[in-house]
């Protein structure tokens, strides 16, 4: 086996800071580790060495197959469930000290050569699961020339980092969105309004057919990043959509008086919210829903497969929650949580929570 030092440069870069946008969406490594506990906390110097050397021995091998140039997609598919179970093995308190030392390791300049790890390391925007990172997994034209940018061992590498699980989730639930609106509209009929917190570029909209059919009386898209209200602004002129450049931090401190709506939901948001603040907003969300309408919420499951790669070479740390915890935050932010429904998605990657208010 070759020494786990030898594998490493001599500079260990650091992983960037976490973002905090309007201070309610931070999430830190700490509050990460709050979820996901160390197995035992005992011999930590140990455990650590141990996962080095156990860390060591997996990139190795991986080392050999990029070199080896065959079938990259696979490799990386095997990295990626490797960095899963090390993640698991060795808790949180370990796993955190090795992030930086995968993030240093020569592989990292491999891997973020693929278009979407990249992006979402070097975190041009200047936060964590920027709209634009979620168009690489969508496929979108918006990103075809960065995309277009990248060596044939990052195109190579792409091929599997975007049909991973996550990735895979992650489509099915912006068609999940499309439909609950499409279904919104169907129940409600002419006067449907919806509003979209964390709304990114919006992608749910462009498969629609009652915003295309003009069967919305408003969808408010409401996110803090002004270049992704600018992208709504642009491509849904003339359309019932209403960005509006807002954020969590508002919507608790009921800044926006934007009215009621027929559905809320919040996809690719409480993944970044500490409990309190998740619950802070269901509960303000509820208050913005006319009777009978229904407040959606999406999270990574802790059942989620790339976590280790996400943490590591893509420097993306997310919350991520259990069926009890969903439930958790439904419950506890409303006085009759009857017709709450929570499950997962068909990889259970993702799990949705939704909410009906009673007539
Ligand atoms: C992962 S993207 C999800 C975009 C979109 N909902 C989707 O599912 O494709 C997260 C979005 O949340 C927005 N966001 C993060 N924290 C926010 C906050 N505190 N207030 C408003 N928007 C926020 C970001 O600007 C970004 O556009």
């Known amino acids: 086996m070759q020494c786990f030092k030898s594998l490493f440069t001599d500079e260990v870069s650091v992983a960037q800071p976490l973002f905090s946008l309007d201070g309610q969406s931070l999430i830190t490594p700490q509050s990460v580790s709050n979820r996901f506990p160390s ?87 200047g936060y964590s699961g920027d709209a634009s990172l979620i168009d690489f997994i969508y496929g979108h034209p918006a990103v075809a020339e960065e995309v277009a940018k990248s060596t044939l061992h990052g195109l190579n590498i792409f091929e599997y980092t975007i049909n991973a699980p996550g990735p895979v989730a992650v489509r099915e639930r912006r068609d999940t969105l499309t439909r609950y609106v499409d279904e919104t509209a169907a129940r409600t009929g002419s006067g449907t309004e919806i509003l979209a917190i964390a709304a990114g570029h919006l992608r749910e909209a462009e498969a629609s057919k009652a915003l295309a059919e003009g069967r919305l009386k408003r969808w408010v898209a409401l996110d803090q990043d002004p270049e992704s209200i600018g992208s709504i602004s642009r491509q849904f002129q003339g359309t019932s959509v209403e960005p509006i450049n807002g954020s969590v931090r508002g919507l608790l401190a009921r800044k926006h008086q934007i009215g009621t709506f027929d559905l809320i939901y919040a996809a690719g948001l409480y993944d970044y919210l500490t409990d309190k603040v998740a619950i802070r907003l269901t509960q303000i969300s509820m208050e913005m829903l006319k009777p009978g309408g229904v407040f959606l919420f999406a999270n990574f499951s802790d059942e989620m497969a790339d976590d280790g790669y996400m943490e590591s070479y893509m420097n993306w740390e997310l919350l991520q929650r259990s069926e009890a915890n969903m439930r958790h935050i439904a419950n506890s932010a409303t006085e009759n949580p009857v017709d709450n429904t929570v499950w997962f998605g068909a990889n259970r990657n993702i799990i949705y929570s939704a909410i009906r208010k009673l007539s």
């Open 39 to 125: 197995p035992n906390k005992d011999n930590e110097t140990e455990r650590l060495r141990i996962a080095e050397a156990e860390f060591a021995i997996v990139i190795n091998i991986a080392m050999q197959r990029f070199a080896a140039g065959k079938d990259l997609p696979d490799a990386v598919r095997w990295l990626i469930g490797q960095l899963h179970d090390i993640r698991h093995k060795y808790g949180a308190a370990v796993w955190q000290k090795l992030i930086p030392l995968i993030q240093a390791h020569p592989s990292a300049k491999i891997l973020q050569q693929c278009p979407f790890t990249r992006w979402s390391f070097e975190k041009p925007r």
